[in-house]
């Protein structure tokens, strides 16, 4: 029979604050990457709508919604012309989220008041990412 010492439990108690600890820290670790990877697939998608609209510009009028729209699709949906029921390829990306200016020789393709959702806060983009691209007319296609 062992004899109960006063060391009785510490382990179980040193467990429990690790196990609160490295909780919290692995969370954190995975918020911020997340965090990253929406922003890097967000920084992607606005290049493409960017390239789109730089390389579409000479094709067609610019001052065309359709125009607009299919830039807009780009960024949210991947492609132009998306699905009826395409998903976004950053979650909660909506089109009106997506700002296009279309200057005198380039496309500036933003996005304004996204918001990514992590699992504790909300990140705030301030008008991030945004990308301009000269216009080539569709000279590399």
Known sequence: MRIPTSRTGSALIEFAAALILLSGMFTGI??????????????????????????????????????????????????????????????????????????????????RGFEIDAIFTKVALMGRPTVTFPFTGGASK
């Open 30 to 111: 995975f918020q911020v990457g997340y965090t990253f990877f929406t922003y890097t697939t967000l920084v992607n998608a606005v290049r493409a709508g960017a390239r789109y609209a730089s390389l579409q510009a000479g094709n067609s009028n610019v001052a065309d919604p359709e125009f607009s729209k299919s830039v807009v699709n780009m960024v949210v949906y991947g492609e132009p012309r998306p699905a009826v029921d395409a998903k976004p390829v950053v979650r909660g990306l909506a089109p009106d989220k997506v700002e296009l200016v279309l200057g005198s020789t380039s496309a500036t393709v933003s996005v």
